[in-house]
């Protein structure tokens, strides 16, 4: 039974439940079956797994998808990337051609002692090497631009990160601003990314500059290939070294050994810790923090420059402490603000070929003495802090200059110049007022008057066709009589000054103030005499150099030589100097004497020498819009001129006020330590004497003075008779119209103007 009995229990118990039902060994009793499993549960418990595997699987095979395109996508990039970095590898120069990165010339100025003491275009000081320069440099400018410079291999994917937070963080675009550059892109971008300057796709350097200076994602995508090849051709030190001759520094320098001289007159062999950390600053502003522009602003930009090159510890604490304690300070020739006024005017004559157009590095051989410059500019300093006004507008120039026309100092106005401002030494087109005058009197020594003739300072006027009567007026408005020449000019009469001109010619007054070197747009009236015509103060100073040298023309000159760097022999030599005979040295050493009365006896008292002689002239133009004060010792030429610049009048200011003060102070200065030497003085016996009318012999005739063309001599055509007055009418260079004269009657006198001078002028009756 019980066999049978098992045999019709269900299969599916049997198999479901047999193991669990199973009699024991023992033959006893056995287990109750326990209840059946509700299919319902079964089937819930099976269909969350295969859920579970459906999305495992899909999650498996969109990766494999994701990983196949990541893997080529990248496999795909790295080639392209590749490619690209190869490309640049195979076009990037040897070192050697890639550190001169200007595409002009510089023009390096030295003083006569053979001293740099200006520069002007873009300097590049020789190249020098990640090794050779200063430790404290290298150091600096890792510490600064780029602390895992020696970790990577062209780009910081950390520092784009950190740089991108820091523009994001301050309102700006991810890639303006910061960029996170390591110095092997900063040095991919000073490269132009390879692109080479052509003239017929920018239309300047300045645009090329611009074009290769651009940021933006493009440009840093670019960069990266570049800035890899870079690490593959050349060893770090060796970008390093390419990054410290190409980069800008400011004031015109371009890299760090043209700076270092440019500022501290020193090679980067040789810069101290602070002079390197004040370079190293300047690589995040050039012209923000190049020390010429404020020399407290880079003092503190290098001060953090040296916190972080302790902080990294290139510095130890006392080294750091030490070159904060002991900020960099400029050089003297850095404190001459790239030699102000002077440099300018050598650079204005240089042709523009050797200067600013130059593709060579030029080295001008010059005259200025850097010691008189700074004594001209304390001197104008001086007596505007203590004699002017505070708050006056007024301006000044002085020119200091040799006999033979050398420059030996310049003072282009009352600021500290910045390249290119304008100078009224040279380019300031004044009136002349009365420092016309020994000019006039230097044709009559040169004809035979004698400095002890007599001249008439009375009433007059000259009738001129289409203007009336012109009766000039002395400044005090006081007539003196018969006065000597010499009184004449030292008292800076107009009067006589207008009859002497009038007595030996315009033309040949003109004659000899052009070859002298004034301009020659001169005025054709007798006003003439009175200096209504114009010139710029070197011009002006330039004749009185002619005067003191005896006579002959002066050119005035800043350059003694011009060299290319490199080369041995000049290309040129001095770019004036004396030139040719005006006047004989006879006439010049009588005006000489002449000159000194006025500052003896005359209206330049202020401007008088204690310890030694000096001659000079003031001159003091319509409505005191013009004042100056031009002189000499036995030494130096010294011109002076003052005035507005929008032209309004001085307020109580004549020649022979602040201008022979200047004058003064300067020639005080700049004597100091010379031996006083004597003026070369004449005063010679009149040899001008009536003309015989029957010999025409007698006076001094233009043809026999070599050097004036007989057209130039004044021409007597004919004495006409005013029948009003009865009296003698000059008429020159050919006949009056009708009822007229081409020039009138001189009130008060008898006789031609020849006549007048001989005959109750020079004679004395």
């Given at each position: 039974m019980a066999a049978k009995d098992r045999g019709r229990r269900p299969l599916v118990a049997d198999k479901?439940?047999?193991?669990?039902?199973?009699?024991?060994s023992g033959g006893g009793p056995k287990k109750p079956a326990p209840p059946p499993r509700q299919?319902?549960?079964?089937?819930?418990?099976?269909?969350p797994r295969r859920q579970h595997g459906f999305l495992v699987g899909l999650v498996l095979a969109i990766w494999r998808v994701l990983w196949g395109i990541a893997w080529r996508g990248t496999a795909?990039?790295?080639?392209?990337?590749?490619?690209?970095?190869?490309?640049?590898?195979?076009?990037?120069?040897?070192l050697e051609a890639v550190v001169d990165g200007r595409a002009r010339g510089s023009v390096t100025m030295l003083d006569r002692e053979g001293e740099v003491f200006a520069w002007r275009g873009e300097t590049f000081g020789g190249m020098v090497t990640a090794e050779s320069v200063s430790p404290y440099l290298h150091d600096a400018v890792v510490a600064t631009e780029d602390r895992r410079f020696y970790w990577h291999f062209g780009i910081s994917p950390r520092g784009i990160a950190s740089a991108i937070r820091i523009?994001?963080?301050?309102?700006?675009?991810?890639?303006?601003?910061?960029?996170?550059?390591t110095i092997t892109q900063q040095t991919a971008k000073l490269l132009c990314l390879g692109v080479q300057w052509d003239p017929t796709q920018w239309k300047s350097e300045a645009d090329y500059e611009k074009d290769c200076r651009t940021g933006g994602i493009w440009r840093k995508l670019k960069e990266v290939p570049f800035a890899m090849a870079m690490e593959a051709k050349y060893s770090k030190e060796e970008i390093l070294t390419i990054y410290l001759n190409r980069a800008y520094l400011g004031a015109g320098a371009r890299g760090f050994e043209a700076a270092a001289q440019r500022y501290f007159g020193k090679s980067a062999k040789d810069v101290s810790a602070a002079e390197a950390a004040m370079l190293a600053g300047l690589l995040k502003a050039p012209s923000t923090f190049a020390p010429t522009s404020s020399l407290e602003r880079a003092q503190n930009r290098a001060a953090v420059v040296i916190g972080l090159m302790e902080e990294q510890g290139y510095l130890t604490k006392a080294e750091a402490d030490e070159a904060r304690a002991n900020p960099a300070t400029l050089s003297k020739a850095a404190k001459q603000k790239s030699g102000g006024y002077f440099a300018d005017w050598v650079m204005e004559t240089t042709p523009d070929y050797l200067a600013r157009d130059t593709t060579e590095d030029v080295v001008i051989q010059t005259t200025l003495d850097q010691d008189m410059q700074r004594k001209a500019e304390e001197a104008l300093a001086y007596i505007f802090e203590n004699k002017v006004k505070e708050g006056s507008e007024a301006q000044a120039a002085i020119v200091v200059m040799s006999s033979d026309g050398a420059v030996r100092a310049m003072v282009g106005g009352r600021n500290t110049p910045n390249a290119g401002d304008f100078n009224r030494a040279t380019q300031a087109l004044r009136q002349t007022g009365s420092t016309f005058k020994p000019f006039i009197y230097a044709v009559a020594m040169d004809l035979g008057y004698s400095p002890m003739d007599y001249v008439e300072d009375t009433p007059m006027c000259i009738y001129t066709a289409g203007s009336g009567d012109w009766c000039p007026q002395n400044y005090d408005k006081e007539f003196k009589g018969q006065i000597t020449l010499?009184?004449?000019?030292?008292?800076?009469?107009?009067?006589?000054?207008?009859?002497?001109?009038?007595?030996?010619?315009?033309d040949l007054v003109k004659q000899v103030a052009t070859d002298f070197g004034l301009a020659q747009n001169f005025a054709d009236g007798p006003a003439l005499a009175l200096g209504v015509s114009e010139s710029t103060l070197i011009d002006m100073t330039g004749a009185f150099a002619g005067i003191l040298n005896g006579g002959s023309s002066v050119t005035p000159y800043g350059f003694d030589a011009l060299t290319l760097k490199g080369m041995d022999e000049p290309l040129f030599g001095a770019g004036g100097g004396i030139g040719e005979r005006v006047i004989s040295e006879k006439a010049a050493h009588a005006l000489t004497y002449m000159m000194t009365e006025v500052l003896n006896s005359g209206t330049g008292g202020r401007a008088r020498l204690d310890d030694r002689?000096?001659?000079?002239?003031?001159?003091?133009?319509?409505?005191?819009?013009?004042?100056?004060?031009?002189?000499?010792?036995?030494?130096?030429?010294?011109?002076?001129w003052m005035g507005y610049d929008d032209n309004r009048p001085l307020s109580g200011v004549t020649g022979g006020g602040l201008p022979a003060e200047i004058w003064h102070e300067v020639m005080v200065r700049i004597n100091e330590g010379v031996e006083p030497k004597p003026l070369v003085?004449?005063?010679?016996?009149?040899?001008?004497?009536?003309?015989?009318?029957?010999?025409?012999?007698?006076?001094?005739?233009?043809?026999?003075?070599?050097?004036f063309d007989d057209p130039n001599a004044p021409q007597f055509d004919e004495v006409y008779v005013d029948p009003e007055t009865?009296?003698?009418?000059?008429?020159y260079d050919g006949a009056p119209p009708e009822g007229a004269v081409q020039e009138g009657p001189v009130e008060g006198t008898r006789g031609d103007l020849v006549d007048q001078l001989l005959d109750g002028v020079l004679s004395g009756n």
């Open positions: 479901r439940y047999a193991s669990s039902r199973a009699a024991p299919p319902r549960k079964r089937v819930r418990a099976a269909r795909i990039g790295a080639l392209i990337l590749g490619g690209f970095v190869w490309y640049y590898y195979a076009q990037l120069p040897e523009n994001l963080s301050e309102g700006r675009g991810p890639f303006e601003g910061n960029g996170g550059s010499t009184q004449a000019l030292a008292e800076s009469r107009n009067i006589p000054a207008v009859r002497v001109s009038e007595a030996v010619g315009r002689e000096a001659a000079g002239k003031t001159g003091t133009t319509q409505s005191a819009r013009d004042a100056w004060f031009v002189g000499f010792t036995a030494d130096y030429v010294v011109g002076v003085k004449d005063i010679p016996e009149s040899t001008y004497a009536p003309i015989d009318p029957g010999t025409t012999e007698g006076a001094v005739m233009a043809e026999d003075v070599p050097y009865g009296e003698n009418i000059p008429v």
